[in-house]
């Protein structure tokens, strides 16, 4: 039986969680996916005995000792389900492991979620649904403002950073952006980061995290920012200092903080933390404001983000076993020490 289970290339999938199966169970018919719920690291990488190929996420921590063990367990390919790659040590993997990385699943799931995150923070929606569950409909304390005439400063213009900001014109904002790259003929108003940090209501992050964007949003950033400013982050934690945020947001500098991800996140979200202390004083502190909404790097989870991921996964897997070029391939680059991205397009 040429199609049995047996004949099929075994993946290893890590920090599995229900939602990620519903897509690669519809859409895969190829591969035996062995699914593990743990995250991929040094302590589980010898779990992929067998196994050509690896699916890992955005917070498994993929080093040098990682990467070593899986090569010598026979792994040649990393499918990556996630555009971010900040996890991965592609020193340590060049010329062992080749990877493929998921550019974009859904911009319009991640742009709408950082308006939901404005408008839960300026209308106190999160408020007002707890007190009314104790039947207190007082609207004491639940003033918010009007977003229509506001400038929302958009740092990042790729396709989600640009979704975006189509969102926040239909809410009538005035909208600024800085991106080192602008995008051409797109009609934005591009300034700098000093004017965009001085003249904004709301700043939101759609940029990658590099060297040149770790803690963009520095102390002296939040220094130098408009008083009463929304912050929203839906991209990578380490885009803000979050010590400075949390003395921003003290201090009255920034008005509310809508955040679905967190610097430190990684052993830390997607996971049921309820019954435990979080050792993370910063992040407790976020959590303890009642104008910070934190989401567990939720932004991506709609139905047809998941549906992209397994399909364009997938594809990767298949490019990679029928030998072809990889069409989302990210490699080491040793003349900058970075990485290159060979494409940034997604398959439909």
């Not at 690669?24 to 589980?44: G, H, P, R, V």
């Not at 010590?243 to 979200?269: C, H, K, P, W």
Request: proline fraction near 3%.
């Amino acid at each position: 039986m040429t199609n049995s289970t047996v004949d099929k290339p075994k993946v290893a999938f890590f920090d599995t969680n229900p939602y990620d199966r519903i897509w690669f169970d519809k859409l895969n018919d190829k591969y035996e996916f062995i699914y593990f719920d743990s995250k991929l690291n040094e302590q589980t990488a010898r779990l992929v005995s067998g196994c050509r190929a690896v699916c890992a996420f955005v917070n498994d921590d993929i080093n040098a000792r990682t990467v070593g063990i899986m090569h010598k367990e026979g792994v040649e390919f990393l499918a990556m389900r996630c555009a971010g790659y900040s996890n991965v040590d592609f020193r340590a993997a060049q010329g062992k492991i080749k990877i493929a990385r998921v550019p974009e699943y859904s911009p319009y799931a991640v742009a709408e979620h950082a308006m939901a995150l404005l408008l839960v923070l300026n209308r106190k929606v999160h408020k007002a649904y707890i007190r009314t569950r104790d039947f207190n409909f007082s609207l004491t304390g639940l003033i918010g403002t009007d977003l229509h005439g506001k400038t929302a400063g958009i740092i990042g213009t790729g396709k989600i950073g640009r979704t975006f900001i189509d969102v926040c014109r239909g809410f009538g904002l005035n909208i600024i952006a800085y991106d080192p790259y602008p995008a051409p003929d797109s009609g934005i108003k591009y300034v700098g980061l000093d004017e965009l940090f001085r003249t904004s209501d709301i700043i939101s992050l759609h940029c990658p995290l590099t060297e040149s964007t770790y803690h963009i949003l520095s102390r002296e950033a939040f220094d130098s920012m408009k008083k009463g400013v929304f912050i929203l982050n839906t991209s990578r934690g380490a885009l803000i200092d979050s010590s400075a945020l949390l003395d921003a947001l003290n201090d009255g500098t920034v008005r509310g903080a809508g955040l679905d991800v967190y610097e430190e996140e990684s052993d830390i979200f997607f996971e049921d933390h309820s019954d435990k202390i979080v050792r993370d004083d910063v992040l407790s502190l976020l959590v303890s404001r009642p104008n910070v909404i934190i989401t567990s790097h939720q932004a991506f989870l709609t139905d047809e983000a998941l549906q992209n991921i397994a399909a364009v996964t997938l594809g990767n897997l298949d490019e990679f076993f029928e030998g072809k070029p990889l069409t989302h391939e990210v490699t080491y680059n040793p003349k900058s020490g970075g990485v290159k991205e060979h494409s940034t397009h997604v398959k439909k």
